[in-house]
C-alpha cells in the first residue's frame, strides 16, 4: 500500500510525486529532494487496531551520486503482522527521474510461523512539458514468492499517471493502478496551496475501492505535518497522519 498521509489524502494517487514518501510510492521521487527528510507515519484502518500501520522513512541526497533512502514498516498485531526494510537509490536526469528499491518482507501468523521475500522496484518520472508530469512503476517485478504451497507470492503492482499544475498553487493528479490478479483501478486527487503554500487542502477517490478521501498539509520552516481520512460505504473510516523534517545541509 502507499504510505504517507498526503497520498492517503490524494486517493493514493502518488505515482508522480516527488517528496520524502516517493521511496515507498515510487522511488524516483526521491531523486528530486536536495536535502536530507526523515518521516515517520502512522494510521488506521476501519477503527480495528490490528488494522494498523507503523513506518519511518529517511532520503539522505548527494550531489554526484544519486539519492539514497532507507524504509522501515510493521503493519499488524501478533496474531498476523507484515513488517518490511527497503533500500532504496534514485537519480536524476535532467527532466528524467530513475529509481530501483529492494525490499525485504516478513509475514507472519500464529501457529503458522513466518516467510521472508525480497521484492525488487523500479519507477520513473519525468516533466514533459512545463506544470505536466508523468510517472510509472512496477512493484515486485521479480514476482517474490512467499511459499510453495498455492503458489503464494507478494502482489505485483504497476502503475503509471499524470499530474497538472496549472498554476502554482493547484495540483491536479490521476493515476490507473494493475494488481496482476486483479481489475485495474483508477484514482484521481487534487491539491490546492493557501496561507503562502503553508497550509495545503487535499482530495481524492478511488474507482476500485469505492473510498473518497480528505486532508491537509501544514508546513512550518523544516517542519511537515499531515493528515488525512478516508471512507467507504462499507468497511468505514480510516486515519492518517505523518511527520516530516527536513535538514538544513
Known amino acids: 500500500m502507499p504510505t504517507g498521509a498526503r497520498a492517503a489524502a490524494l486517493g493514493n494517487a502518488s505515482v508522480t510525486i516527488p517528496d520524502l514518501w516517493a521511496l515507498h510510492n515510487n522511488v524516483a521521487g526521491i531523486a528530486s529532494l536536495k536535502q536530507t527528510q526523515v518521516g515517520a507515519y502512522a494510521e ?11 513506518a519511518v522513512q529517511a532520503v539522505y541526497p548527494t550531489a554526484r551520486y544519486g539519492n539514497y533512502g532507507l524504509s522501515l514498516s510493521r503493519f499488524g498485531d501478533a496474531l498476523y503482522s507484515q ?12 527532466q528524467f527521474s530513475l529509481g530501483a528499491k529492494a525490499d525485504l518482507w516478513q509475514v507472519a501468523a500464529e501457529g503458522y510461523g513466518s516467510r521472508k521475500a525480497v521484492a525488487l522496484s523500479v519507477g520513473g518520472q519525468a ?19 512467499l511459499a510453495a504451497f498455492n503458489d503464494e507470492r507478494l502482489p505485483t503492482i504497476m502503475k ?3 499530474s497538472y499544475r496549472p498554476y502554482p498553487k493547484l495540483l491536479l493528479l490521476a493515476e490507473t493502478e494493475k494488481h496482476i490478479d486483479f481489475p485495474a483501478d483508477f484514482k484521481a486527487g487534487i491539491e490546492y496551496q493557501m496561507l503562502q503554500e503553508k497550509l495545503a487542502l487535499r482530495s481524492g477517490f478511488s474507482t476500485q475501492t469505492n473510498k473518497a478521501t480528505f486532508g491537509l498539509g501544514f508546513r ?3 517542519l511537515q505535518a499531515d493528515y488525512a481520512f478516508g471512507s467507504t460505504t462499507l468497511l468505514g473510516i480510516s486515519h492518517h497522519l505523518a511527520l516530516g523534517y527536513t535538514f538544513q545541509n
Open 44 to 54: 488506521n484502518r476501519f477503527g480495528i487496531r490490528a488494522f494498523s500501520t507503523v
Open 83 to 94: 513488517q518490511h526494510v527497503g533500500l532504496g537509490i534514485a537519480h536524476k536526469l535532467g
Open 127 to 145: 516533466e514533459l512539458v512545463p506544470g505536466l508530469y508523468v510517472g510509472a512503476n512496477a512493484y515486485n517485478i521479480n514476482q517474490a514468492r
Open 160 to 162: 503509471a499517471g499524470l
Open 220 to 222: 512550518a520552516r523544516q
